[in-house]
């Protein structure tokens, strides 16, 4: 880490800035604890000939309301983090909390109420229809009957801007951007209070990408929800985040608001956003106003 004094409203590792507004009733937890907690996180990759560590006493707090985003080079362990807040992959030391529970523990039945994971490209099964795919968490509780499923996957598919005309559509016959609308209303299916979105415009034209970052935004401001987002593109970046968390050098190096970020002295963020993408950073900078 560098060993420079981050510029004032940066904070680097843990702290925490406030919180955007909104409300989540099914969020359970006392008003101002954190939604995601990681302290003092190891994780370790052992193979018979080497040992790699991803991530040493990385420390992140993420608060109700937030967007954060994670950015870093390939490999420093950005999708391995998500996969640890969703309780798939188990840390080598540290804790991992999610809404006030361990994160090993989402791994349970049900856990689809508590956090929803919008994977790279959909992830959707592809001999499901689109209803079958959408209602598919709330089929394997084996408690609701059948009709109710329906409707509730019906609506969900509405709140991602599909009509029920998709609704026996196969996933070979959608676009890349209606694949992403329909993981997304999976992912929403029971109503979670967090939402972890892995490259959630990587694939998509310009256009489509605009409207999904539109549909993310929109969504994020009616259910309260809070967000924990990797992402390489930076409109989708700046159009969404309230806050950026920089891992490097096996940890979060700095974190804040995007224009305090950018201008964290680091030869990754240097990179990032100064470089050849430095024009259009700036761009943003100057286009949404959740980046200033
Ligand atoms: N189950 C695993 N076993 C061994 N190594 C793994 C495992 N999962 C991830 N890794 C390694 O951990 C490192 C971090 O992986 P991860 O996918 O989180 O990177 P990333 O930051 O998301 O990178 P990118 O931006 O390229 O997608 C990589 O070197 C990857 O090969």
């Not at 994020?220 to 309230?242: A, C, I, N, P, Q």
Request: aromatic letters at 6%.
């Amino acid at each position: 880490m560098s060993a420079a004094r981050p510029p004032e409203g940066l904070s680097t590792a843990a702290a925490r800035p406030s919180s955007i507004q909104g409300d989540s009733s099914s969020f359970a937890q006392a008003g101002d604890a954190p939604v995601v907690e990681i302290s003092k996180l190891w994780t370790v990759f052992r193979s018979p000939e080497r040992e790699t560590v991803i991530h040493q006493d990385l420390d992140l707090s993420i608060s109700r309301g937030e967007v954060l985003s994670l950015v870093g080079g390939s490999g420093t362990g950005k999708t391995v983090l998500l996969r640890q807040i969703l309780g798939l992959e188990r840390a080598a030391r540290g804790q991992v909390t999610v809404l006030g529970r361990p994160a090993a523990r989402l791994g349970e039945r049900g856990a689809a109420s508590r956090v929803g994971m919008l994977f790279q490209h959909g992830a959707l099964f592809s001999a499901f229809t689109v209803l079958e795919n959408v209602a598919f968490p709330l089929r394997e509780l084996k408690t609701l009957p059948g009709a109710l499923i329906r409707d509730a996957a019906m609506v969900k598919l509405q709140m991602v801007g599909l009509g029920p005309e998709h609704a026996r559509k196969m996933p070979s016959d959608l676009s890349g951007g209606m694949i992403k609308r329909v993981a997304l209303a999976r992912a929403l299916i029971m109503d979670p209070p967090l939402l972890l979105l892995d490259e959630p415009t990587a694939g998509l034209d310009p256009e489509s990408s605009d409207g999904f970052c539109t549909l993310l935004r929109s969504l994020h401001r009616e259910l309260g929800l809070t967000v924990v987002m990797v992402t390489h593109d930076l409109d989708t970046l700046f159009e969404l985040s309230t806050r950026i968390a920089v891992l490097a050098d096996r940890k979060v190096i700095a974190s804040g608001r995007p224009k305090d970020v950018i201008a964290f002295p680091h030869p990754f963020i240097r990179d990032f956003f100064l470089g050849e993408r430095g024009q259009r950073a700036m761009e943003l900078l100057r286009e949404y106003p959740f980046a200033v």
